[in-house]
């Protein structure tokens, strides 16, 4: 099947070009512990008030006059509770007689509970979608970055503990938007309003003990909730744990199995449980404090201001209602009081659960194209490696000074002891990471010159430990190109020799694979990755050790499918196995990071070198195999032959 040319990606809109990028205004870090409320929402703003997005502008906009309205008629409500006791004790006839009604006073004070709630149910409705809107958006850019990170980023982290951190990270981004925006600021305004109401009402030292009140249960419960975020930090790290050891054990359900440790298992994973049921009793017990001393101060507070009331109605300078209405206007206060308590420990607790999602997101990328990165556009698939080094740590080098070209549709295999450097060429042919010296080409352009997509659209590959998606056969065939009809898929599986076992299943292309695709063979899945990239259909084939985790007559088999797959491509092998590289067009031998030897396979036995013995070895181990494979047949032979008659005469 000729291979189709690696064309230049798509051209994205700036919309989805920017979102590819770590956004410009995540500049610093967030944390809790240095009260960066304002940072968050500055972060935060551009989803909340999307540029390209008026509907939600509109709603936001809707939202607010909602949550004004709504405080205006929640400070309201207390007046007609007072009038209505004026009333009923005949001290109203300061109100207009179609409304000093005890009954209309009544009317009206319900009506108007009713009209803050329904203000603030429509301010929470309006608002839903914007804030959603935002986490989604949050989310989907940091499972992009995530994908942007370096190889040797995600090799130093682990799988359940990032999903967690975006999952708390989520839940944190959601807190801050509802809490900060849809409740600080009402509550804020709320206040505003009721200073204002008190000190007209009551006079001046009414509002001096309500400030007192406020300062006191702020200060009281920002000290509570500063020491309350490093257990709820701990319990977070704690629930990380857990989670981790839970998912690399049930990754890990066969090997668990195969040695019996069901038990260690389950007790690492109740030791980090254990950790978190002592952070989590800390934080309710701590929760149990922080509410209690609230309702302190509040109480002194209401008391002082109801004992002024009180001493004041005796001396005829207030009435019944005043003294209701002070009541009542300090059971409103309570509210947005005892709210702004919870506000602050959700906002601090969201903090402490989106900082680590927000460092992720100033994680730089280790590989990133150049301001002037070209794609790829027609590519004949020449490789040339240029006196390349590399290392993962300065003190431990890896390739040193690779020099070897791969032209154009032939095949290059490279072959060596564990720790040569085999598998870096692939990856850095990939872009995984960049050589510290040298360069990687293809088609004479720098890899490094040209984008990391068109790079990775090139080249095809075939890995030795193929993990599949946890779908079906058709999903993992067509993930090597997404738009690809039934019938493509299927002439892929027949050119990768897996259709006839495809069409054998009760579900056909649709069964499921299984996680990692462990409902498979090893030669399935391998077939399947072959089929895949079959589709893909690449001018460049790496075959990373693709048949290294096989047995010999599977191996001849997939060889058979790799050999079909790999016609017509620039192929290059990397290969354990010997005997599935002695067709190659040339052999390169690497020896700790170095070239030591190439030619063809007759060539490199004549030299009798480091392949030579390499092969030697090997030649002994196969043959030592089909010795014993042999035995077993005969063996197998002979238990058949004794249970027969004895006039039983076996066939020549």
Same mark, same amino acid.
């Given at each position: 099947?000729?291979?189709?040319?690696?064309t230049?990606?798509?051209?994205?809109?700036?919309?989805?070009?920017?979102s590819?990028?770590?956004p410009?205004q995540?500049?610093?870090a967030v944390?809790?512990?240095?009260g960066?409320?304002?940072?968050?929402?500055?972060?935060?703003?551009?989803?909340?008030?999307p540029?390209?997005?008026?509907?939600?502008?509109?709603?936001?906009?809707?939202?607010?006059?909602?949550?004004?309205?709504?405080?205006?008629?929640?400070?309201?409500?207390?007046?007609?509770?007072?009038?209505?006791?004026?009333?009923?004790t005949?001290?109203?006839?300061?109100l207009?007689?179609?409304?000093?009604?005890?009954?209309?006073?009544?009317l009206?004070?319900n009506?108007?509970?009713?009209l803050?709630?329904a203000f603030?149910?429509?301010?929470?409705?309006?608002?839903?979608?914007v804030?959603?809107?935002?986490?989604?958006?949050?989310?989907n850019l940091?499972f992009?970055?995530?994908?942007?990170l370096?190889?040797?980023?995600?090799?130093?982290?682990?799988?359940?503990?990032l999903s967690?951190?975006?999952?708390?990270?989520?839940?944190g981004?959601?807190?801050?938007?509802?809490?900060t925006i849809?409740?600080g600021?009402p509550?804020?305004?709320?206040?505003?309003?009721?200073?204002?109401v008190?000190?007209?009402q009551?006079?001046f030292?009414?509002?001096?003990?309500?400030?007192?009140?406020?300062?006191?249960?702020?200060?009281?419960?920002?000290?509570?909730?500063?020491?309350?975020?490093?257990?709820?930090?701990?319990?977070?790290?704690?629930d990380?744990?857990?989670?981790s050891?839970?998912?690399?054990?049930?990754?890990n359900?066969?090997t668990v199995k195969?040695?019996?440790?069901?038990?260690?298992?389950?007790?690492?994973?109740?030791?980090?449980m254990a950790?978190y049921?002592?952070?989590?009793?800390r934080t309710?017990t701590?929760?149990?404090?922080?509410?209690l001393?609230?309702?302190?101060i509040l109480?002194?507070?209401m008391?002082a201001c109801?004992?002024?009331?009180?001493?004041?109605?005796l001396?005829?300078?207030q009435?019944?209602?005043d003294f209701?209405?002070?009541?009542?206007?300090?059971m409103?206060?309570?509210?947005?009081?005892?709210?702004i308590?919870?506000l602050?420990r959700e906002i601090?607790?969201?903090?402490?659960d989106?900082e680590?999602?927000?460092?992720?997101l100033?994680v730089?990328?280790?590989?990133?194209?150049?301001?002037?990165?070209?794609p790829?556009?027609a590519?004949?698939?020449?490789i040339a490696?240029k006196?390349?080094?590399?290392?993962?740590?300065?003190?431990?080098?890896i390739?040193?000074?690779?020099?070897?070209?791969?032209?154009?549709?032939?095949t290059?295999?490279?072959?060596?002891p564990?720790?040569a450097?085999?598998?870096?060429?692939s990856?850095?042919?990939?872009r995984?990471?960049?050589?510290t010296?040298?360069?990687?080409e293809i088609d004479?352009q720098? $890899?490094?010159?040209?984008? #990391?997509?068109? &790079?990775r659209? *090139?080249?095809?590959m %075939?890995?030795?430990? =193929?993990?599949?998606?946890?779908?079906?056969i058709?999903?993992?065939?067509?993930?090597?190109?997404?738009?690809?009809?039934?019938?493509e898929?299927?002439?892929?599986?027949?050119?990768?020799q897996i259709?006839?076992?495809?069409?054998r299943l009760p579900?056909?292309?649709?069964?499921?694979?299984g996680?990692r695709?462990?409902?498979?063979?090893?030669?399935?899945?391998?077939?399947v990755?072959?089929a895949?990239?079959i589709?893909?259909?690449?001018?460049?084939?790496?075959?990373d050790e693709a048949?290294?985790?096989?047995?010999t007559?599977?191996?001849?088999?997939?060889q058979?499918?790799?050999?079909?797959?790999?016609?017509?491509?620039t192929?290059?092998v990397?290969a354990?196995?010997?005997?599935? $590289?002695v067709?190659a067009? #040339?052999i390169? &031998?690497?020896? *700790?990071g170095?070239? %030591?030897?190439?030619? =063809?396979h007759?060539?490199?036995?004549?030299?009798?070198g480091?392949?030579?013995?390499?092969?030697a070895?090997?030649?002994?181990?196969?043959?030592?195999?089909?010795r014993?494979?042999?035995a077993?047949?005969?063996?197998?032979?002979?238990?058949v032959v004794?249970?027969?008659?004895?006039?039983?005469?076996?066939?020549?």
């Open positions: 099947m000729p291979h189709r040319s690696a230049p990606p798509r051209a994205q809109s700036p919309a989805a070009a920017g590819q990028q770590t410009p995540f500049r610093k944390s809790a512990d240095e960066s409320t304002l940072t968050t929402l500055a972060n935060l703003w551009p989803y909340i008030w540029s390209d997005r008026p509907d939600l502008k509109k709603r936001v906009i809707l939202a607010i006059i909602a949550l004004v309205i709504a405080k205006f008629v929640t400070v309201l409500s207390p007046y007609f509770f007072a009038w209505s006791t004026d009333a009923l005949g001290e109203g006839g300061y207009p007689a179609f409304i000093a009604a005890p009954v209309m006073l009544v009206a004070y009506a108007a509970r009713v803050a709630v603030n149910q429509l301010r929470d409705a309006l608002f839903a979608r804030g959603q809107h935002a986490v989604r958006q949050l989310a940091t992009q970055h995530l994908h942007r370096s190889l040797r980023f995600h090799l130093a982290r682990r799988t359940g503990g967690r951190v975006i999952e708390r990270g989520v839940k981004i959601e807190a801050i938007v509802r809490f849809l409740n600021i509550t804020i305004l709320e206040f505003a309003i009721m200073a204002a008190i000190w007209y009551f006079g030292w009414y509002v001096v003990i309500v400030a007192v009140m406020i300062a006191a249960y702020v200060w009281f419960t920002i000290k509570t909730s500063n020491w309350r975020i490093d257990i709820r930090r701990e319990m977070n790290d704690s990380t744990e857990a989670n050891k839970a998912i690399d054990s049930l990754l359900f066969e195969y040695f019996g440790n069901e038990k260690m298992e389950s007790d690492r994973f109740d030791v980090s950790k049921e002592s952070a989590a009793t309710w701590s929760l149990a404090w922080l509410n001393g609230q309702a302190v109480g002194f507070g008391a109801m004992a002024l009331s009180a001493r004041a109605v001396a005829g300078e009435n019944i209602g209701v209405l002070i009541n009542a206007l300090l409103q206060i309570s509210i947005p009081l005892n709210f308590g919870f602050y601090r607790q969201g903090l402490a989106i680590a999602m927000f460092d992720l100033l730089p990328a280790e590989i990133e194209d150049r301001p002037d990165a070209k790829f556009h590519v004949e698939g020449k490696f006196d390349v080094h590399f290392h993962y740590d300065p003190d431990r080098p390739l040193k000074g690779i020099d070897f070209e791969v032209p154009a549709g032939r290059i295999a490279i072959v060596g564990s720790g450097g085999k598998s870096t060429i990856r850095l042919l990939f995984f990471y960049d050589v010296g040298g360069a990687v004479g720098d $890899v490094r010159g040209a984008t #990391q997509e068109s &790079v659209h *090139a080249i095809g %075939v890995p030795q430990d =193929t993990v599949l998606f946890n779908d079906t058709a999903y993992n065939i067509r993930y090597g190109r997404p738009d690809a009809t039934d019938e898929v299927r002439e892929a599986a027949r050119m990768a259709d006839h076992f495809i069409e579900q056909g292309y649709a069964t499921e694979v996680e695709g462990l409902k498979l063979s090893g030669g399935e899945k391998q077939r990755a072959i895949r990239t589709l893909k259909a690449p001018p460049i084939l790496i075959l048949t290294s985790a096989l047995d007559h599977t191996e001849r088999e997939i058979s499918a790799l050999d079909q797959v790999s016609r017509n491509r192929t290059l990397i354990h196995r010997l005997s599935t $590289v067709n067009d #040339q390169i &031998v690497l020896e *700790a170095r070239i %030591v030897e190439r030619g =063809t007759s060539e490199l036995l004549e030299g009798g480091l392949y030579a013995s390499m092969w070895r090997q030649r002994e181990a196969d043959e030592a195999e089909e014993l494979r042999a077993r047949e005969a063996d197998e032979l002979g238990v004794r249970g027969q008659p004895a006039d039983y005469v076996p066939p020549k």
